[in-house]
């Protein structure tokens, strides 16, 4: 068994320990405050194009059915169409827009309604 113990520790120890901040800081902070204007959703089309002075003519414009050209601004459902430079249903309607859009009644309804029910409440008598 050896009954020696070294005589001294080891002297060198790292003569330049790293700094603990960096030397260099960024220069621009990110900022708290949300920016003016919020960041517009993605597009489900983001090449379409819309033609607005075809918006709302009473003329349904297939290139303008869609949510981006706001539905051809009703002109496609005979339930939003307005006249206007046309007649609505000039071109027939191809009504594309979810709001408007609903599954048909199983049966008839006595009176007009302004949107069609989703289902029927009752049957109507006759």
Request: proline share 16%; hydrophobic share 30%.
């Amino acid at each position: 068994m050896p009954s020696a113990m070294p005589s001294a520790m080891p002297s060198a120890m790292p003569s330049a320990m790293p700094s603990a901040m960096p030397s260099v800081m960024p220069s621009a902070m990110p900022s708290a405050m949300p920016s003016a204007m919020p960041t517009p959703l993605p597009s489900s089309n983001p090449t379409t194009v819309c033609d607005v002075s075809y918006i709302g003519d009473g003329y349904c414009h297939a290139e303008n059915n869609s949510d981006e050209c706001s539905w051809d601004g009703g002109d496609c459902c005979v339930e939003t169409c307005v006249d206007g430079e046309y007649a609505c249903g000039d071109n027939g309607f191809d009504c594309l827009d979810p709001s408007v859009r609903s599954a048909p009644t199983s049966g008839p309804t006595m009176t007009p309604t302004g949107a069609p029910t989703l289902s029927p409440s009752a049957m109507p008598s006759v």
